[in-house]
């Protein structure tokens, strides 16, 4: 009986052997626990390619340079335009403001109060020109008293006639301490400034 089972197992592994050597269509294949494939060897590292990829294109250094001389054309065509200064708003006045159409409406005024309103601004012109020709004529007098004082001195000393009428340069306090406005520097390129986009931004919900 013993003899029974040890042939029996011996024959049960011989074929065993050669199933696991030739497996049959369809039929599963057992491994051991060393022969079992890890999970990361089932894991493709590349991504399935579903087209052959495109080939690398040769740089031709001939069109390279034609490239760097079109640039070199352009920056040089621009470098020739001035450049275009931007307008700051703080300077534009607005077109609304250009409009000289009065808007408000003149109130109606009764005869007499137009007639008050005319007199009034007779006498203002009277007054004003009154003014104007005391002032004139005070010049004037002013004026002809220097010459006949300088006449005089003229004839009595001609040392301090060229004295008094000699420039005073301590007349006036003037004090400079250079031009009022920086010069322009050769060669200098304002910047352009800054844009601010001001632009509103929707997003939709």
């Not at 051991?32 to 087209?51: D, Y």
């Not at 009022?180 to 844009?195: E, H, L, R």
């Amino acid at each position: 009986m013993a003899v029974a089972w040890s042939c029996a197992s011996r024959l049960l592994r011989g074929a065993s052997r050669l199933l696991h050597l030739h497996p049959a269509p369809g039929c599963a294949t057992l491994h051991t626990a060393e022969q079992r494939p890890g999970l990361l060897a089932l894991v493709s590292a590349a991504l399935p390619m579903r087209a052959e990829p495109k080939k690398k294109k040769k740089a031709d250094p001939r069109r390279e340079q034609l490239v760097k001389e079109r640039l070199k054309k352009k920056l040089k065509r621009m470098e020739k335009v001035p450049a275009e200064l931007i307008p700051v708003m703080d300077f534009v006045t607005p077109s609304k403001y250009l409009d000289e159409t009065r808007r408000r409406e003149n109130p109606s005024l009764s005869p007499e109060e137009t007639e008050r309103r005319t007199l009034l601004g007779k006498a203002w012109s009277r007054y004003k020109a009154a003014q104007h020709r005391a002032e004139m004529a005070q010049i004037a007098r002013v004026r002809e008293s220097q010459r006949r004082a300088l006449l005089e001195l003229q004839l009595e000393s001609p040392r301090l006639y060229e004295a008094a009428v000699a420039r005073d340069p301590a007349l006036f306090p003037l004090h400079r301490d250079g031009p009022a406005y920086t010069p322009a520097i050769p060669g200098y390129m304002a910047p352009d400034g800054k844009y601010v986009d001001t632009t509103p931004r929707y997003v939709q919900m």
